[in-house]
């Protein structure tokens, strides 16, 4: 489930998966480059970006695939999700119909992906407060339910971005090694 080159420990792929315009690409220049981008076309999305961190004495590479707008049309391939260890599951907490489509997600990331894939929830562009169409408590009533772990973040503020993917990698490397 994972390899072993010289300059980290493990490699862990995962992916972002949510409906389009939730903010993925955002969450993912966020963590991966400390940059975001207000108007961000869905075509130039990259295909997946890396960053190291260290989790205990270990250094894990994540390799974090992001779609090219695919979502858009609900063609996401199974070989976007093959080997995927965790997976980053956004909506977007001013449009309620992207947490509605959550279960969809979960659907397929069941049907394609990982048995034991560690899954976050996270529900991006909290900075948007006098928009906001999901309440909390729903999202974690739902990550009880669904055995999620979840988190709300803004990409734009930075606010809980890096914890998300940390928690999300520190995860998997609780069951990887
Ligand atoms: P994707 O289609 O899921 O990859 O979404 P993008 O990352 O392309 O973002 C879609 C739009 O939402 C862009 O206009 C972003 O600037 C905006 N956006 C992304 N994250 C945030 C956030 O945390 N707060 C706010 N206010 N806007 C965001
Ligand atoms: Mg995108």
């Known amino acids: 489930t994972f390899v072993v080159d010289e300059d980290c420990d493990y490699l862990f792929k995962t992916v972002l998966i949510g409906d389009s315009a939730v903010g993925k ?4 220049s966020r963590f991966a480059k400390d940059e975001f981008y207000l108007d961000s076309k869905p075509t130039i999305g990259v295909e997946f970006a890396y960053r190291n961190t260290k989790v205990g004495d270990k250094i894990v590479k994540a390799q974090i695939w992001d779609t090219a707008g695919q979502e858009r049309f609900r063609a996401i391939t199974s070989s976007y999700y093959r080997g995927a260890l965790g997976a980053m599951l956004v909506y977007d907490i001013t449009r309620r119909g992207t947490f509605e489509n959550v279960k969809k997600w979960l659907h397929e990331l ?3 992906g990982n048995r034991d894939m560690v899954i976050v929830l996270v529900g991006n562009k909290s ?50 090694s």
């Open 110 to 112: 069941r049907e394609f």
């Open 127 to 176: 900075d948007l407060t006098d928009l906001r169409e999901v309440d909390v408590e729903d999202a974690q009533k739902l990550a009880q339910v669904e055995n999620l772990c979840f988190m709300e973040t803004s990409a734009k503020d930075n606010l809980n971005v890096e914890d998300a993917f940390l928690q999300m990698i520190t995860k998997i490397y609780d069951i990887a």
């Open 25 to 28: 690409s955002n969450l993912l």
